[in-house]
């Protein structure tokens, strides 16, 4: 991120030497112990309110509408039809479409496949807010492995899976 | 150095320790001489009016940190500093800044002080990315988060160059 020679200014800033006397020669407030009593109720009733708006409130949950199922835990679907092993080859790619709905600033990234955005730009990770709607592309193999979407925020993450079930071609989509 | 309740040390020996390191928290934060000079003078006071009781020298240091960082967060909010502007860069300075110091303060200045505090404690105080996030009372996957952005936005500058 910095360069050395930027590193060593950082390094060299030394406090000025003016600081030291007005350090000294400064004196220590005086506290007002009359308004703790006062202050300690004010703050004891803030913490409350506020203890119980963040109880309802915290966490990281953001809104998911999976192929157009909203997705609180998990969402089993199939694709628009039964693919044969012809139209695999000939349609080898599941397109499924996600509907996010973000409170904050939240990083998407998936292991698997390409994003398509609104935009038609094909991306594998991006940074998203408010109301997003994407198609999550995956190729479809022969041997089915599980694909992830992880979705990061400052408070906290979750993360969704998309397996296939080999015996009746039904994909489970799941968010923990 | 005594802690837990052992004598204190006198106020000359705890800015010895720790003023330089307070002042380049302070300058890189609010990129102006004076108002870095307030914001550890204040800090200094906090400490003797409040005499806190410390563990371990970590422990105290990551107060000092602390405090410092709030104070100069605080007088950001109160727009009581006068960041240095790149239009004010335009007067020539009396005692200027070595060019190196000048570039740092130009790369910091074009981050958001969200995400400031975090890479100068992490990437130019040497902290590691948990003592960076319990300074600052966030979790570490935020530190993790404001530094990555940081470092988007530092590219996204360089590129614009």
Redesign the interface.
Known sequence: ??DK????????????D???E???N??????KVYLIPLVSSLAACLILVFGVAVFFSSGFNPNVTFNGQSLTDTVVFYDISPISAMDMRSSPMLCVPIELTLDDET?VLISEGILILENGERVQQGTFEGNVTLMWEIERTGDFPESKMSL???K??KEITLTQNETDGSFTAKIN | MNYSGAKKPNIETVYQQYADMLYRVALSTLQNDMDAQDAVQDVFIKYMSAKPDFKDEEHEKAWFLRVTVNRCHDMLRSRKVRLRLHAESEVEPVNPAPKARQELFEVLHSIPEKYKSTVILHCLEGLSLQETADILGISLSAAKMRLKRAREIIKEEEKDV
């Open positions: 991120m910095f020679k930027q590193m060593d200014a950082y390094s060299n800033i030394k406090a000025p003016e600081l030291f007005k350090v000294v400064a004196k220590p407030k005086k506290s990083d990061t925020s400052e906290g993450s």
